[in-house]
């Protein structure tokens, strides 16, 4: 069987979608690249799939994702399908309050005194997920704990989502049984939409050109 | 400033008992902090059979009678200071503010001498000393009170060297407690007087060189706005300050931001129950409706789960003075410092115990018995006090603390006759003490857990079964919350299943029993002077009260903080750590662990470090303030910084 096809086949298995262009320009770099090496078919797939996990899939604009999730109320997703990270938030806390434990503000230190509200209930962690197909933009919620995810996770992180999964309101509701974690990042996105410059970006603070990693509590994550 | 050497005492004492057979009565003079204490002691001493006769100061008057001491007829003379009688002061060429650079005064020689106006108290010591051949000190037992005995004795050994010198110790003014004291009198303990010497030496150098520096500088620099304004520094001061500030920029730079939740409530007749959603709330409203849309298609709620169990709502623990000052602050509204105040006045009256105390925890000989016993005659309490004594007696909550010296704050007198605020904070002692002594609240609370396709919701409900102490303790409420009765597998129909949208709100400003709560917590100050330096933060008008409840801080409070915090942080005088350190000195010194001499140094070393780093960044004041003052700072190069002191 010769290179593309066999590759092509490969990356059907992983439920993965490509772009044949993408594909025949890869495989055609890493020889040129590496002219004296002999691939064996198995080494070029896990090249090639090397490669594909750090491409930014909107630079291919494969469609997957059927049109105008968005726009619909309830929305069943049945097949498998890979997607791109693009960032993460978490949605049960204010994102101030987020940002300030990560920038270690001296403002937080003092800032339980006096507050008689006490909440009855601790709410757990609930992640949301900006994701594309390289069309199209959806976002994912952590409807349900999945312990997985990580809000240090990079964006451009592949994801495997296996259906059927609900999405409303243009958003995935998963499980942890709908989610596989491939990995990849990309680039250009790492300190752009890194977990703490997302948050001031939509406080419109200035952002950290050296973000910081975030310290997750466990518990707010175990059920 | 060593005034006597501990051997000096023991040793005096040994001749004191040799001479024991000399046929004349023994005169003994005994000192008391203030007038109305030494006045009430010697009225209880004397069975009320005290003669009385001027002193050379007006408000100190002399009292006289027979009392036993060691075992001896003797006649006593009582008289009193006015609080300390000695002050540090720098020596004259470093009084005057351009004689030299501030950082001088890290160093400066300083002497501890008698203010001006107590001339008159420290003569009649010396003149009542020359006919008396025992000296007794019966200031009061804290810190402040051992230092101030102290400086009774310098004078009176200045004038009898071989003197002996005994400690009465007391934590209330009743017959009972000072003829123990009496009969019990020890030796005055020099570690916790050097502790307050060391505190008063740093107070003056850093106090007097940081607020010389700010006031020259800044005077100086914003002529049109501060050039008659004394900018003053005190180390207590500015963390207190600082923790102001603090919390308005909290405020100032909060964000606030919108949340849905899922309101669900259930109404049955005229109740209705509402339940919180497990998730709280998200910070998404998409996501939000996407969950409520679930719920909506399959509204049925079930329960998953009761419980139902015995809640107790706790008695006051044994009050302390932070105890006491917050809760006169934020229940009686009379502010700390009024509250200490009318406090010391009950105390001397010989109504209440010693209010300056850090112990919550009553001591095991102390009888509650006949304290609770004395309340019973009231109208509005007595009858609680009859409870408690016919219901199994006096039953504190322990705390855990104990500084050692004074029993938690409690009445000693029944009186009725008090007017004012007077009277409320007698009311609040006694009604605290009868509270701290009676039983817990009890309750029984039922969570009820529901499940709606698949999301979780929770309701609570209160049924008080006994009040207990809230019948006496009227500060507090414990609400009822009722609820219907659920049982598990009951399944209902939502009355209200919606979405609920609201913002994050900002933080309050500070109340004054939250800033003694950092305070406390920082370690700024001590229990017995919490409310003194809120009062001088207001009184330098570097904060002001808005709702005349809430600090907030002024234009040149908010600059100066900020302008120390840009400095550094790790060295910003307007943070606690300083202070907090040397407080932590301070009690290893009363508990002689630690030498005064070495703190006194290594703490100069401390400041004045942080002095230098202040004077080399003193721009960033400049900048600060300027900001705050709306004002342009004059422009000084920075080489000129240094030029401002020569
Ligand atoms: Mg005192």
């Known amino acids: 069987m010769d290179e593309i096809a066999s590759t092509k086949n490969f990356f059907k298995t992983q439920n993965i979608t490509l772009s044949d262009y993408w594909l025949e320009s890869c495989i055609q770099w890493l020889h040129e690249e590496n002219p004296n090496m002999n691939y064996n078919l198995e080494t070029l797939h896990s090249t090639v799939y090397a490669q594909w996990l750090l491409l930014d899939l909107r630079d291919v604009e494969i469609p997957i994702l059927p049109p105008n999730i968005a726009q619909q109320k309830k929305y069943m997703l049945n097949n498998t399908f890979c997607l791109q990270l693009l960032h993460i938030k978490d949605i049960s806390q204010p994102k101030y309050q987020q940002l300030q434990k990560i920038r270690n503000s001296s403002l937080l230190i003092n800032a339980s005194i006096n507050q008689e509200f006490k909440p009855i209930v601790t709410p757990k962690r609930m992640l949301q997920m900006l994701l594309t197909d390289g069309v199209q933009e959806v976002e994912a919620i952590e409807f349900k704990p999945i312990q997985i995810l990580n809000v240090n996770m990079k964006p451009g992180t592949k994801i495997r989502i296996k259906g059927p999964v609900v999405v409303r309101r243009g958003q995935i509701f998963l499980e942890a049984n709908h989610i596989t974690i491939l990995g990849g990042e990309i680039e250009e996105l790492l300190v752009a939409n890194a977990y703490e410059n997302i948050l001031a970006r939509a406080l419109k603070l200035p952002e950290n050109p050296k973000p910081n990693l975030v310290e997750e509590i466990v518990e707010s994550i175990m059920e | ?646």
């Open chain 2, 1 to 646: 400033m060593g005034i006597l050497r501990s051997c000096l005492t023991v040793h005096i004492s040994l001749r004191h008992f040799s001479k024991v057979q000399k046929p004349t009565a023994m005169r003994y003079l005994n000192v008391a902090e203030k007038n109305d204490a030494a006045k009430n002691i010697a009225s209880l001493l004397s069975r009320g059979h005290s003669t009385r006769r001027e002193g050379l100061s007006n408000y100190n008057k002399i009292y006289e009678f027979e009392a036993t001491v060691l075992g001896q007829r003797t006649h006593m003379v009582m008289t009193s200071v006015s609080g300390h009688l000695m002050n540090y002061e720098f020596a004259s060429v470093y009084r005057n503010w351009q004689s030299c650079n501030p950082v001088s005064l890290f160093d400066a020689p300083v002497i501890k001498r008698c203010t001006t106006n107590y001339e008159n108290i420290k003569k009649t010591l010396e003149r009542e000393i020359r006919s008396c051949q025992g000296l007794i000190i019966w200031t009061d037992c804290d810190r402040e009170g051992e230092n101030i005995g102290f400086e009774i004795i310098k004078v009176c050994t200045d004038i009898k060297p071989n003197i002996p010198v005994y400690r009465a110790k007391f934590s209330e003014i009743t017959a009972a407690s000072v003829f123990r004291a009496l009969n019990n009198l020890g030796q005055p303990d020099k570690n916790v007087s050097d502790a307050v010497d060391v505190r008063q030496e740093l107070d003056l150098r850093t106090g007097a060189a940081f607020t010389r520096l700010q006031t020259l500088r800044l005077q100086r620099v914003f002529p049109q706005k501060l050039a008659d304004k004394l900018i003053s520094y005190g180390s207590c001061q500015f963390p207190t300050l600082g923790f102001v500030v603090e919390r308005y920029k909290v405020i100032e730079e909060f964000i606030p931001e919108p949340f849905w939740k899922i309101k669900m409530n259930h109404t049955v007749k005229t109740l209705t129950v509402d339940f919180t959603w497990k998730r709280d709330r998200l910070f998404d409203k998409n996501a939000c409706e996407g969950i409520l849309d679930i719920c909506q298609e399959n509204p049925c709620a079930t329960i998953e789960n009761v419980d139902s169990r015995t809640k107790n709502k706790w008695r006051p623990l044994p009050l302390d003075t932070v105890e006491m000052e917050k809760n006169a602050s934020r229940k009686l509204r009379i502010n700390a410092k009024d509250a200490m105040k009318i406090a010391e006045k009950l105390y001397t009256q010989g109504y209440i115990s010693y209010p300056r105390t850090e112990t919550n925890i009553f001591p095991k000989e102390l009888d509650l018995v006949p304290l609770v016993e004395q309340q019973c005659q009231d109208d509005r309490w007595g009858a609680f006090a009859r409870g408690i004594l016919n219901s199994g007696g006096p039953n504190p909550r322990q705390g855990r603390k104990s500084d050692q010296a004074h029993p938690p704050i409690h009445p000693t007198k029944f009186v009725n006759n008090l007017t004012g605020n007077e009277q409320r904070i007698y009311e609040y002692i006694v009604r605290h003490f009868l509270a701290c002594v009676s039983k817990d609240a009890v309750g029984h609370e039922t969570t009820v857990n529901a499940d709606i396709a698949g999301e979780k919701f929770v309701a609570k409900g209160l049924l008080i079964l006994e009040r207990n102490y809230l019948e006496v303790y009227t500060y507090e409420k414990w609400n009822v919350k009722e609820i219907h009765e659920y049982r598990v597998g009951d399944f209902f129909m939502p009355t209200e299943l919606s979405l609920f949208e609201g913002t994050t709100t900002a933080p309050k400003l500070l109340t004054e029993a939250d800033l003694i709560t950092l305070m406390e917590k920082h370690g700024i100050g001590t229990d017995a002077t919490h409310a003194e330096h809120i009062d001088t933060i207001k009184s330098r008008e570097y904060v002001g009260l808005h709702d005349n409840m809430y600090f907030v801080p002024g234009v040149l409070g908010m600059g100066l903080v900020e302008g120390y915090n840009n400095i550094g942080l790790e060295v910003s005088l307007a943070k606690p750590n300083l202070r907090a350190d040397f407080e932590k000195d301070l009690k290893l010194i009363s508990e002689g662990l630690k030498n005064p001499e070495t703190v006194r140094r290594e703490q100069i070393n401390n400041y004045r470090a942080v002095f230098q780093v202040v004077t080399e960044k003193i721009l960033e004041i400049d900048r600060s303030l300027g900001h705050r003052l709306e004002d342009e700072p004059q422009q000084f190069a920075l080489a000129e910084v240094q030029e401002d002191f020569k």
